[in-house]
């Protein structure tokens, strides 16, 4: 293998065109590098790059490296970088951790690539990975750095990487989410038994979310039965609950919901209906809608709505209101309303804005002027205001005319005092007096 520097290996940063006048191995690679991202199959793609970068680790790094540095598409040459930095960490990785230091920008390529190596390392000699870890890298790319540690080693012997991790005192989530779902892959019960063993209470909560979330995908039932009776226990129990249905309700939705209707009644059984009802309405909102309906305690029917509302706002917004309308006109459906409105006006403002402008007044319109104010309210505060003066109802008029003000004032006072300025006249007599009470307040703190 020739020599690595600096000097003789080309930049890693920008792809570069295929170039001419190479030797015949040089002019393999690169026609085996044109016919793996030709490939139209993403995952297809993916693999041949890999198996491409393994290939030439093997034969010559620095022909590697130049390879990889020719690569136009970003996505394509983190998959190549990845492959080629775990295969090199595998024979070479101190060097490979070096090389990769010194010659990769930071930035979410180099931290990709050193997470592949040091998780290569990590799995042989985690010891020597960690110390390399303690010494060249700080901040959050040490943290990363760490947990890809603790998943090549806990994929080799998680029994001694869960004893370390107790031994460090550690409280970092990153590094004890990797630990536990990396033994859960291999053997969940076996997770289960040492998470329990955690005697940092904060620790112990996240280890078992992060386990439920991977045991629910192995094996659903099992995960179901082990987690539930835990479900009761407090704000751990509605974390555990929200995992579930998330995991599990992005496969098996109808299972998941008959898993939540026998959950015993509280807090937990409506944080999972929610989570439930945000996953399912992603996939199918009409079967969605049937189960909700069918939902007997009103505290999970109302939460599941709600998340329903909340979803479909984002992605048809008018359907969602013609549904939301067909309900009983009670908090339930006010709260899912506001929800779909909040959701549209995050995602399409522009549409939404039209939309209001030719609906006739009403509660609805009342609110997604609202929601479009709180959404207008950082970055255009003067149209904030002008949508809270075309609210119908005179108390959330004013109301929302004061906040969004007061909001003004806090980041720009001088820029709301000019537009009240210009506008006074055109205020109504009772939003002059709110106005003018909350000018006499001080400026309010950032």
């Not at 290996?9 to 026609?31: F, M, R």
């Not at 990709?112 to 990590?122: F, G, P, Y």
Request: aromatic letters at 8%.
């Amino acid at each position: 293998m020739r020599e690595i520097t600096a000097a003789s290996t080309p930049s890693h940063q920008s792809g570069a065109g295929l170039g001419e006048g190479k030797t015949s191995a040089e002019q393999e690679a690169i026609s085996q590098l044109g016919a793996a991202i030709a490939l139209t199959d993403r995952d297809a793609r993916a693999e041949a790059l890999r198996h491409l970068a393994t290939w030439l680790v093997d034969e010559d790094v620095q022909q590697a490296l130049a390879v990889g540095a020719r690569i136009p598409d970003a996505n394509d040459k983190l998959e190549y970088m990845r492959a080629l930095f775990a295969a090199w960490a595998g024979k070479e990785p101190q060097i490979a951790l070096d090389y990769l230091k010194a010659n990769f920008k930071p930035g979410n390529l180099q931290s990709e690539a050193l997470d592949a190596a040091i998780e290569r390392w990590a799995g042989k000699k985690p010891q020597a990975a960690w110390e390399w870890l303690q010494t060249n890298l700080s901040g959050p790319l040490k943290e990363q750095g760490m947990a890809s540690l603790i998943q090549g080693w806990a994929r080799n012997d998680p029994e001694s990487a869960g004893a370390w991790f107790i031994s460090t005192g550690s409280t970092a989530q990153g590094v004890l989410d990797s630990l536990v779902t990396t033994w859960a892959d291999l053997n969940p019960r076996a997770a289960a038994a040492w998470v329990e063993t955690l005697t940092n209470e904060e620790n112990k909560t996240s280890g078992r979310v992060s386990l439920a979330s991977e045991w629910v995908q192995q094996d659903a039932a099992t995960a179901a039965a082990y987690f539930t009776p835990l479900i009761t226990e407090g704000r751990q129990g509605i974390d555990l609950a929200a995992a579930l249905a998330n995991a599990w309700g992005a496969s098996d939705p109808a299972a998941t919901a008959q898993w939540i209707n026998q959950l015993p009644q509280g807090a937990g059984r409506q944080e999972a209906a929610g989570v439930l009802a945000t996953v399912w309405a992603a996939s199918d909102i009409h079967a969605a809608i049937d189960w909700a309906q069918k939902l007997e305690v009103p505290e999970v029917k109302s939460s599941a709505i709600d998340h329903l509302g909340t979803t479909w706002g984002a992605i048809e917004p008018q359907k969602a209101l013609t549904w939301l309308a067909t309900l009983p006109a009670d908090e339930t459906r006010n709260e899912a309303t506001r929800g779909a409105l909040d959701s549209w006006a995050g995602t399409d403002p522009d549409t939404m804005k039209s939309w209001v402008a030719k609906q006739p007044a009403s509660p609805t319109t009342d609110q997604a002027r609202i929601s479009l104010g709180e959404l207008y309210a950082d970055s255009a505060p003067a149209d904030a205001l002008q949508m809270a003066l075309g609210i119908g109802d005179a108390t959330q008029r004013s109301d929302a005319l004061a906040k969004f003000f007061r909001y003004w004032r806090r980041h720009d006072d001088t820029a709301a005092q000019q537009w009240l300025q210009s506008n006074w006249t055109q205020l109504a007599p009772d939003l002059q007096k709110r106005i003018a009470l909350e000018q006499r307040k001080p400026v309010p703190a950032k």
